[in-house]
């Protein structure tokens, strides 16, 4: 996916900004989503869309950060730019802290804003990369056979000290029985060694309960 299906998602209770904002990105070749609460933007947003989300702090009932916090507890994985013309250093602190990509105060530099959103786009598609590889591991991984995936669990387990014979005594099976399983491991995967299944387990949280 490129630049050019990623969508701008505006959420700013003032109508002015929003048209202001809209008009002016638009110009910039941007593709934008208009929210005039945090709570209208949930009633639409899935989590399937990606671009980034441009935020204004201090909005009544849900502010700003409160969306943050509900997005990262959905396990929503949009950038976020803050804009305010009323939040502090303590606010400024907390977004970043939470992984916004920038805190803007009202007014800024309309170059700025474009600058923040090239960012977070570039950060939505390291994030859609890193998403795509891991579910493709995944899959990999739920095509093993449970046998295939405890001898795996127990390879990465302690990947520098145990051998086939060792697995063998633990499971009751032969070293040779393990051997090729470990062989069929490493085809399924389409890696060519245990430390390749030590970093790919890492990477996708494979043996997560």
């Given at each position: 996916m490129s630049?050019?299906?990623?969508?701008?998602?505006l959420v700013d209770d003032d109508e002015d900004i929003r048209s202001s904002l809209?008009?002016?990105?638009?110009?910039?070749?941007?593709?934008?989503?208009?929210?005039?609460?945090?709570?209208?933007f949930l009633d639409t947003y899935n989590g399937e869309k990606s671009g980034c989300l441009l935020l204004?702090?201090?909005?009544p009932r849900m502010n700003g950060l409160e969306l943050q916090q509900h997005m990262i507890s959905k396990g929503y994985s949009l950038p976020i730019i803050f804009i305010t013309?009323?939040?502090?250093?303590?606010?400024?602190?907390?977004a970043m802290k939470a992984g916004a990509i920038d805190f803007l105060e009202k007014p800024f530099r309309q170059k700025t804003l474009v600058d923040c959103i090239n960012a977070a786009f570039e950060t939505a598609l390291a994030t859609q990369e890193h998403e795509k590889k891991t579910k493709d591991l995944r899959i990999k991984f739920e095509r093993l056979?449970?046998?295939?995936?405890e001898?795996?669990?127990?390879?990465?387990?302690?990947?520098?000290?145990?051998?086939s014979k060792?697995?063998?005594?633990i499971l009751n099976i032969s070293p040779r029985t393990v051997d090729h399983h470990r062989a069929r491991i490493l085809d399924k995967m389409n890696i060519n060694s245990v430390t390749e299944?030590?970093?790919?387990?890492?990477?996708?949280?494979?043996?997560?309960?």
């Open positions: 630049e050019a299906n990623l969508t701008v998602f809209s008009r002016a990105l638009t110009k910039r070749g941007f593709h934008i989503e208009n929210f005039a609460s945090a709570e209208e204004d702090y201090g909005m013309g009323h939040g502090g250093i303590p606010e400024s602190v907390q056979t449970d046998r295939e995936k001898i795996a669990q127990l390879m990465v387990s302690n990947s520098s000290s145990t051998s060792d697995i063998g005594r299944l030590v970093d790919l387990s890492i990477r996708a949280n494979l043996f997560s309960k």
